[in-house]
């Protein structure tokens, strides 16, 4: 849990630089000589980073990582997403499935930062944090069967960068980041309701796939 402090206390120290140096410049006081001509208007205003709007997406995402008891898990994650743009910045919900070799769900809130929002290409900045939920059920609610495990519900965050590619409708996006999450197995060892847990906490590399629409 001290790593997942620390990991949210970095991107939010980060975004909260990057927050600075949004608009430096009073936009009333912007030279005409600078201005775009009317054929640059009408492209850049195809690109859907520069409407503020409600947003819906999917996503996928894989992440390979090492766990705290010296072994490796691989993650798939797909997740649905609902959110708010309001130009370079973005914010977002999340609710999906995940696998390892067992199933879980996770709920997560995302921050995107753009770099270049008025581009069709445009590299971003992005942190991530939420909870994620075993599907198994709690352990207490059932049967103490010798050796029945349970993982526990556990924290999450991740840190990264990426790119991002508009049309006039939808938005695709691929990134790579950083991710750590709170991973604990229980297991029932004994008929007297005796527990075994096993901190498999786990960090490692996360590569997403995405789309806006």
């Given at each position: 849990m001290k790593k997942l402090m620390i990991i949210i206390l970095f991107f939010g120290i980060c975004f909260s630089?990057?927050?600075?140096?949004?608009?430096?410049i009073n936009n009333e006081n912007v030279s005409t000589i600078n201005s775009p001509d009317k054929t640059d208007d009408a492209e850049k205003e195809s690109i859907i980073r520069l409407q503020n709007k409600f947003i819906a997406g999917i996503e996928t995402s894989l992440n390979p990582s090492w766990?705290?008891?010296?072994?490796?898990?691989?993650?798939?994650?797909?997740?649905f997403r609902v959110g708010y743009r309001l130009k370079q910045n973005v914010l977002t919900g999340s609710i999906g499935v995940e696998f390892t070799d067992e199933m879980f769900i996770p709920f997560t809130?995302?921050?995107?930062?753009?770099?270049k929002y008025n581009q069709k290409w445009s590299p971003f900045i992005y942190g991530q944090?939420?909870?994620?939920?075993?599907?198994?059920?709690?352990?207490?609610?059932?049967?103490?069967?010798?050796?029945?495990?349970?993982?526990?519900?556990?924290a999450m965050a991740s840190v990264g960068f990426g790119y991002s590619v508009t049309t006039n409708l939808n938005e695709?996006?691929?990134?790579?980041?950083?991710?750590?999450?709170?991973?604990v197995e229980v297991t029932v060892i004994s008929s007297n309701d005796d527990k075994e847990h096993l901190d498999r906490s786990n960090n490692g590399i996360a590569f997403t796939v995405g789309l806006n629409f």
């Open positions: 630089a990057f927050g600075r140096t949004i608009n430096p766990t705290a008891d010296g072994g490796t898990m691989f993650r798939t994650l797909a997740n809130i995302d921050y995107k930062y753009y770099m944090t939420g909870y994620s939920w075993h599907l198994k059920g709690n352990i207490n609610s059932r049967y103490t069967t010798s050796n029945y495990k349970q993982i526990d519900p556990g695709f996006y691929f990134s790579v980041g950083y991710v750590y999450r709170d991973y």
